[in-house]
């Protein structure tokens, strides 16, 4: 009896050991660690069962040097001005060569953050891809972004591809949080990863095309903090946008059934979301609807700018519908006609449409519109779309329009899989505050977006014909000009015969 009563106390003091490990994160070996450009003195080990304000730290965004004008290629393709400059709403393309593909544009990116933030290499515990940008079926990008962590030694790093569209990237975000806020954290921050190089065949999809990668450093005390416990998430099983032939890079597209699914899933999500956050309300004894009216901010997924401004006007709709008949006649002036409309009955519903986006109009200014400057000069670029849409947002206000906001986010994939969700931003906006550092970090945008070279569409066909032929090609090294690329960018050097891939980097 006395020895089982023994065993027992032992048990109990090894659970207790255990909680306390569970609970408390790990320290980072040494002060070195916590250096860091936007989040001063982070500190990463907690008393609490999670780390508090898990959100974004920092991001970088890679995009190409070289682009195509949308008047160009109306004239090449002798279609009327407008249809792409004014119906896609988009100015400029940018395109890759032979010598970049999915594996350089992350390479690229996660090397200027780290060398921007002079973050050590080993402070990072995490690592997730999202690409739908696929050159193996079996070998992940992420392990060749592993080669730059090389030299440090640090092979300790969690995380792999994850692929759905364009909705990768918003996983993988998840993920890292997630993984910041278990047991499994070990006090290291986590870097998301998004890339893609969209191309279509040559038609009337390819002006939609893009490419670039935007990386995030994911840690605590963040100026851009994930709300948590709002999320919502809608999953279902279509073909509206696929790539079952591994023989070429482009994919097979129903652009109607695909637009038609994206706002469904935006009805879905955003009703979810609010029935999320008004639950959380009431428990704080707020018992009003959530609407657009709470959201200072509202970014999107977006494969052309115009369906982003109609995804808008698709959430004032929603919060209609769910108004009362006295805030409706109050607040919704005009839009009596539209009381009674079932949401699955109007997604082809043009006048619902044009009233809803007439009546939107200004919101969309005030809360959308910024965000789609990447967009719009260099177009869609899949899993990292809705983050270039948010380095957008954050390179057009200052840190004193964005302090203390709150920023919606709606992600899609096709498939399909999309999820709404919200950062909240950090209240200091103050001189050396971590988000003005964030902010400051991405203000040279549009300058950067300026000094790209601008290509003929006959450069531009050439390149995309020239992306065809070597695709799946073995034992040769692309053509092109390293010089033509941004100075520290790296590149394709060389496919021997077994598809093995060399790169190398231009000087910084």
Known sequence: MQRLLTLAKQALQVRRV?????VTPARLPSAAHQRFSTASA???????????????????????????????????????????????????????????????LCLTVVQKLMERTKLPWDSVGRLEVGTETIIDKSKAVKTVLMELFQDSGNTDIEGI??????????????????????????????????????VYASGNARPTGGAGAVAMLIGPKAPLVLERGLRGTHMENVYDFYKPDGTTEYPIVDGKLSIQCYLRALDRCYAVYRQKIQTQWKQAGIDRPFTLDDLQFMIFHTPFCKLTQKSLARMVFNDFLSASSEIQASCYKGLEAFRGLKLEDTYANKDVEKAFQ???????????????????????????????????????????ELAGSRIGAFSYGSGLAASFFSFRVSQD???????????SSISDLPKRLASRKRMSPEQFTEIMEQREHFFKKVNYSPPGDTESLFPGTWYLDRVDELHRRKYARCPV
């Open 358 to 400: 007439k009546a939107s109009l200004d919101t969309f200014n005030k809360k959308t519109k910024a965000s789609l400057y990447l967009s719009t000069y260099n177009g869609n670029t899949y899993t990292s779309s809705l983050y270039g849409c948010l380095a957008s947002l954050l390179s057009q206000h200052s840190a004193q």
């Open 161 to 198: 591809d994850t692929t759905n569209a364009c909705y990768g990237g918003t996983a993988s975000l998840f993920n890292a949080a997630n993984w910041m806020e278990s047991s499994s954290w070990d006090g290291r921050y986590a870097m998301v990863v998004c890339g893609d190089i969209a």
């Open 429 to 439: 906006a103050s001189p050396g505050s971590p988000l003005e550092k964030l902010v």
């Open 18 to 22: 255990m909680e306390e490990v569970l």
């Open 42 to 104: 982070v500190p990463l080990a907690k008393t609490d069962p999670w780390p508090k304000d898990v959100g974004i730290l920092d991001l970088e965004v890679y995009f190409p040097a070289q682009y195509v004008d949308q008047t160009d290629l109306e004239k090449y393709y002798h279609v009327e001005a407008g249809k792409f400059t004014t119906g896609l709403g988009q100015t400029h393309m940018g395109f890759c060569s032979v010598k970049e593909d999915i594996n350089s």
